[in-house]
């Protein structure tokens, strides 16, 4: 598993390391110079946060002093990457490697787009929160609507998230500016699920989702010697 970088049709690939180990949760910096990742390396029982700066190659581990780190992202000012750990957000930052627990009731995956905007999942049916800057937590939308863990996105002025339906995920965006919740599309439950991994790509104007598992709907050819 290695971090690879394509152009915006994910063509011209280029491999960006050689860990020959484990990769989780890629996350590019607001300027685009480095990409935060979670990795192990082989033999190795205990992940790493680390730091790949794009142009040099140079790896940096970020010591967090944590044996594992869960969904991780950047700081608005990319001062910081943010990584959850034993169910709450922390912040390590960049300069000092002073690190900040951000959340003490829960928090599983932020997404941080300026200064006064800190948003945030606890975890599976427990809604979507924002992290005002005096440190309280507001709920922004319920468990019953926002269901995902992770398969949730921050685009402009709202949020892309999916949501579990009978039969069916359902693509839906809230206007953080207006609270107002606008359904964008039904999809089929075996393209997507609630663990997707969503971003935005603001240039071209599309949302791009993760796959970790195979189209079912696929169909192979099997050959054996023992079927002829």
Known sequence: MEIWQADAYMENRQQLTRLHGMVKYPQWSNNGRYIAFVGRFPAEEEDKLMLLEVKTGQLTQLKTGARW???ISWWYDDSAVIFSHGSNLFSINLS?????QLTVKGGIGAQMPAADRFYFSKGRNRGLWQLLPDGSEVQLLPGSVFSSRTAWTVAEQGIYFLQQKPDQLLVSYYDTANGQLKDVILLPPDLLHLLSIMSFDA???RLL?????HPRADIHKLSHPLLH
């Not at 000092?96 to 900040?100: E, P, R, V």
């Not at 989702?209 to 598992?213: H, I, K």
Request: no cysteine; charged share 20%.
């Open 96 to 100: 000092s490697g002073d690190i900040n």
């Open 203 to 205: 240039e071209n104007q």
């Open 209 to 213: 989702f993760e796959l970790s598992m």
């Open 69 to 71: 780190h869960g969904q």
